[in-house]
């Protein structure tokens, strides 16, 4: 069985939710503190023991492939002035896995933006990290956990949570059979149910490690009579009827990035874990709760 090498990182949505920002800069160069989002996803990948990167890209990629492109000019400014901790943070991008881009012309889900990436991942496993999800795990990153559980079982793993119930039509709902510590085998898989269809509050949040078999299914996939969108989840359904699919109940705190209280969550909590702002950081919040 091949290992996971490659990833897949889909950042070509419109980030409607939070405009007027988004209008000019692409919804993954939102800053957590000082570090675009999508940066730090893809060195979640790279932690992992990720070798490969693909972004799938929209509007505006030219900003996301300059993030991770050299800037000869800067980095000479920065050498000449000895300014060498913001030379290797400029740097860190572009090293951090084999970088490529391809562009998703038409906004047409999930599945969609995935199916870009077919000559990418050839006839390997691949991992899929959503731009919108922001999860954090000092210990273990959490696509790693998801490749742990592929190596284990061979079949496509889901990273879900469990939510809130009313939260579930929101997401997607993973019903199972069979469950063994965090790994579920899936039964059945539905994408934003009624909240009086729901028969179970484990919902998939934005990671997943695909079997090869999934690339060839979403070539089948009809889209959504609703909205018209190919969803992954389709294929997810199906890929569990043929084959199998487990779901992973993965350990991290996940951030919501297209919701504006999930990006100022993340920023806070981002804050004070930067050992430089944490003090100073930790003090204003508690005198300004005072005043709340």
């Known amino acids: 069985m091949k290992k996971v090498r490659k990833a897949v990182?889909?950042?070509?949505?419109?980030?409607?939710?939070?405009?007027?920002?988004?209008?000019?800069?692409?919804?993954?160069?939102?800053?957590v503190v000082n570090v675009p989002a999508i940066q730090l996803i893809a060195k979640?990948?790279?932690?992992?023991?990720?070798?490969?990167?693909?972004?799938?890209?929209?509007h505006k990629k030219e900003i996301i492939e300059s993030h991770f492109s050299p800037f000869i000019e800067l980095e000479k400014v920065l050498l000449d002035?000895?300014?060498?901790?913001?030379?290797?943070?400029?740097?860190?991008?572009?090293?951090?896995?084999?970088?490529?881009?391809?562009?998703?012309?038409?906004?047409?889900?999930?599945a969609d933006a995935i199916a870009v990436a077919k000559d990418?991942?050839?006839?390997?496993?691949?991992?899929?990290?959503?731009?919108?999800d922001l999860i954090y795990n000092e210990d273990k990153p959490v696509i790693k956990q998801l490749m742990e559980a592929y190596d284990k079982t061979g079949k496509?793993?889901?990273g879900v949570k469990t939510v809130p119930h009313e939260d579930v039509?929101?997401?997607?709902?993973?019903?199972?059979?069979?469950?063994?510590?965090?790994?579920?085998?899936?039964?059945?898989?539905?994408?934003?149910?009624?909240?009086?269809?729901?028969?179970?509050?484990i919902s998939p949040l934005g990671r997943y490690v695909l079997a090869p078999t999934v690339m060839d299914i979403i070539e089948t996939l009809e889209p959504d009579p609703?909205?018209?969108?190919?969803?992954?989840?389709?294929?997810?359904?199906?890929?569990?009827?043929?084959n199998g699919v487990y779901a992973y109940e993965f350990e991290g705190t996940r951030y919501d990035l297209g919701d504006r209280l999930g990006f100022l969550?993340?920023?806070?909590?981002?804050?004070?874990?930067d050992k430089d702002l944490h003090d100073g950081f930790k003090e204003y919040i508690l005198e300004l709760a005072k005043k709340l």
Do not use: W
Request: some cysteine; charged content about 30%; hydrophobic content about 35%.
């Open 44 to 58: 979640e990948a790279s932690d992992a023991g990720i070798e490969e990167i693909m972004f799938v890209v929209g």
């Open 120 to 132: 990418f991942v050839k006839d390997e496993p691949f991992a899929v990290l959503f731009g919108d």
């Open 81 to 110: 002035k000895n300014k060498t901790e913001f030379y290797n943070a400029i740097k860190f991008p572009e090293t951090m896995a084999k970088i490529t881009f391809a562009v998703q012309e038409n906004q047409r889900g999930t």
């Open 265 to 273: 969550k993340a920023n806070v909590e981002y804050g004070l874990r």
């Open 156 to 158: 496509t793993i889901i």
């Open 226 to 242: 609703r909205t018209g969108e190919y969803c992954i989840t389709s294929a997810f359904e199906i890929d569990s009827q043929k």
């Open 9 to 31: 990182i889909p950042v070509a949505g419109y980030g409607t939710r939070l405009l007027p920002y988004t209008k000019a800069v692409p919804k993954p160069m939102l800053p």
């Open 169 to 201: 039509p929101k997401y997607a709902s993973v019903e199972y059979d069979t469950k063994d510590g965090r790994l579920y085998h899936m039964t059945k898989i539905v994408e934003k149910p009624p909240i009086e269809e729901v028969k179970s509050d």
